[in-house]
């Protein structure tokens, strides 16, 4: 080869190099804001979620300031956090968990529900008081009411069995449950939320390009269908969060990390 084909061919390799380190940066570290604008005519006082799932201790930047200032920016009335902010088969990362939630809880009130990860820490009871006193509000099977709606959330142990009937107010206002894993959405409207908000999928790890289809996620396999977006059956909308951070698959491909916004408003629905 010419010495001007060596040239052609390295500057080739370099080239695809730094594109593919980008695609994986820009896959897994650049965060970005899905909307979602749901009407209900139970909704008598409209108000803004910001949704944040599945950190598995990541940090955007230091102690977080690219997410914080994301979540600053979306001017929250609430934040909730669906599950697994910690992680279980790394080094746990409670620091990670706790400087988060610290700084959030002075943005908006901030509500949390346990994931699969906080279900099987062995620390996970004194780390969820260690939540709470950094300004997190866990709802461990328990409702609080905000803006005229009832936010139940359900611990990721109970999403199995009748637990969720047990805890859904009978009273007529809108429900909302933070619920850690999406594919028990029939169980979820058959319990009559109006509102349900998941995480866990990670948006099926891999996404393929120019579709919404992920390729696999605990608990659904191979193609799963509920690892993202908005979803409906029946009376019953659900929006699934991509998360933030990575769990067993080590890389995101084509998934990049979510911050999720939804505004509730008064409608005829
Ligand atoms: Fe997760």
Redesign the pocket.
Known sequence: MSPAGIAITIAACIGAAAAIVFFCWYSNSKLGVSKYEIDSSKITLPFRIVQLS?L?AKRFGKKNCRLVKTVVKLKPDIIVFT??IIHLYRKPGEDAAIELVEQLAKVAPFYYVS???EMRYKNYREFSKKLADAGAIVLENEYVMTHGVALVGLGCAHLKNNKIFEITPDFDTYKILLAHEPQFLRRYARAGYDLVLS??A?GGQWRFPFTDQGVYAPGQGLLPELTSGEHILGSTHMVISR?LGN?EFPLRINNRPEVVVIDLKHGDK
């Open positions: 599945d598995h599950g697994d994931g699969n990860h995480g866990h990670h998360g769990s």
